[in-house]
């Protein structure tokens, strides 16, 4: 007796519609471009500072100047190595330079910036000394 409840129960469950949530729309609206953080500038940040920001550095300069900000290591420092933490560029995965590059960077050329944390630079591109900013350029 026990089986049949089970096998009725599992049929109802198995050949139950979906959910509201499973359901899906072919006139779903068309994805949303990414949204502001605290880790993003996007295209429509840039717009608003466009007026006034003539390079990638002034950017981040208007919008999230803590991204700027030097950072002290955790670890003591090695043998050649500074206290600082250097910013990092990179684009198309490339590593750019630092700040010299934000500020040669014309503005209308950037599309979105992203600040990387050291462990997250270390993660995607290798050991680090410090954090980064990934542009992504307009095509």
Do not use: C, N
């Not at 290591?73 to 600082?84: A, H, N, R, Y």
């Not at 992203?114 to 954090?131: C, I, Q, T």
């Amino acid at each position: 007796m026990r089986m049949v409840w089970l096998a009725s129960f599992v049929g109802v469950v198995v050949g139950a519609a979906p959910l509201p949530a499973q359901q899906t729309d072919s006139t779903a609206p068309a994805p949303r471009p990414p949204k502001s953080s605290s880790t993003l500038i996007t295209e429509d940040d840039i717009d608003k500072v466009r007026a006034t920001a003539g390079s990638a550095y002034d950017v981040v300069r208007l919008l999230r100047p803590r991204w700027l900000r030097q950072r002290q290591p955790m670890l003591p420092p090695t043998e050649g190595s500074t206290m600082q933490q250097e910013l990092q560029v990179f684009v198309d995965d490339h590593e750019m330079g630092g700040l010299d590059f934000l500020r040669s960077l014309p503005a209308e050329q950037v599309y979105t910036l992203r600040f990387l944390s050291v462990a997250e630079v270390g993660a995607r591109y290798g050991p680090s000394s410090g954090p980064g900013i990934v542009v992504t350029l307009r095509h």
